[in-house]
């Protein structure tokens, strides 16, 4: 069941109420950083803004019709720059994020080929750009199954290298 962006509305409604899990699980590190001190990665309140710059028409405008470029976008909208891969390297993991076993709202699903953003865990919604245009689904659902099981990454908070600087800013 895919349901357009006015339906997000409702989705970012419901996030708000959630009890949110930051447990995260071990993942790739960014070479310029071997620091032994665990990375902070960003709160449930940052993965509501994310979720709220989603709704953000501007967003669409910088987007283009392809979802790890409608990930990009909303992203930096919020304030979390990162360097632009594909879904492919997404899944990889790339610097900027750590790998979660227990998603929380705002944080990015992964599979080869495809990504989105994480809107209702209990749920497993998930938004992105579908081939109707950005809408949300459910990543446990049978058509995502076939694509195999989806990797969860968290923004790791004041992450900063001169890869991931801002491409242009969104107005």
Partial sequence: MQVRIAGAIALLWLATGLSLFTQSAPAKTHASSRNPAKPKTISADDGLSIIAAALDPAVRRYAGNDCSHL?????????????YDNSDALYGGVAGFQRVSKPQPGDIVVWPGHTGIVVHPSRHVFFSFMSNGPATDDYESQYWKTRGHPRFYRYIRGHKCSECAPSQPLQ
Avoid: K, S
Avoid at 71 to 82: L, M, S, W
């Fill in 71 to 83: 990930v990009h976008a909303i992203y930096q909208r919020a304030g979390f720059a990162y360097a």
